[in-house]
């Protein structure tokens, strides 16, 4: 199983090994080598039904489940892509069909609300996104999900996950402990503490 992820701004795809799924929503203790953590809000969907070089039309064919969630890189995202339990894809997932509606997605750092993201958000936000009338995060995912199977191969069981704003800061060496929550249509889908 991968986590392809489609960084925000860009038309190319990386995987992350399964090893950086957090499944259990545990307290993140980084490795001491690291300084800082940063993250980046993403919406994901697991793959259903396994395809190469899927077409636009078909894509939501390859899909069953939707969450929301966040992945977090110990320094240098390019480096630290592969650092276990990084990726914060909550279970259980909600059906495609709820994001039709606006839905908001918000994350708190230590009770402090630090981002509010609608499904329906504005395309001009985003480069190179074309406006549909189906949900835009939707709309992300497929086109995500049919960037990536031109290069590899996706499989039953794997994530697709698109970064919905740049990588930010979340914690940095000296920081005692940082607490983060995040709810997706009123319910709360992680809560867990990062110690630095």
């Known amino acids: 199983m991968n986590i392809i992820v489609k960084p925000y701004g860009s038309q190319l795809c990386y995987c992350r090994p399964d090893t950086t799924w957090e499944r259990e929503n545990r307290d993140f203790y980084s490795p001491e080598c690291v300084n800082e953590v940063l993250w980046t809000p993403v ?12 077409g636009k039309k078909f894509a939501q064919r390859y ?16 480096i630290s892509s592969c650092v276990d339990h990084t990726s914060i894809l909550p279970m259980p997932l909600y059906n495609p069909v ?13 009770e402090e609300p630090v981002t509010a993201l609608s499904s329906n958000a504005a395309t001009d936000m985003l480069p190179g996104v074309m406006s549909t009338e189906r949900s835009e995060w939707r709309h992300l995912l497929e086109e995500a999900l049919c960037n990536a199977s031109e290069l590899t191969s996706v499989r039953i069981g794997d994530f697709v996950a698109v970064e919905l704003a740049p990588i930010a800061s979340l ?8 607490g983060i929550r995040g709810t997706f249509c009123d319910n709360e889908i992680f809560n867990f503490k990062m110690h630095l």
């Open 63 to 78: 899909y069953d489940g939707v969450g929301c969630g966040m992945l977090m890189y110990c320094g240098l995202p390019a």
């Open 98 to 110: 709820v994001l039709e509606e606006e839905k908001v997605f918000e994350v708190y750092i230590n």
């Open 43 to 54: 919406v994901f969907a697991r793959v259903s039904k396994a395809g190469k070089c899927i």
């Open 171 to 178: 914690a940095k060496q000296g920081d005692k402990e940082v």
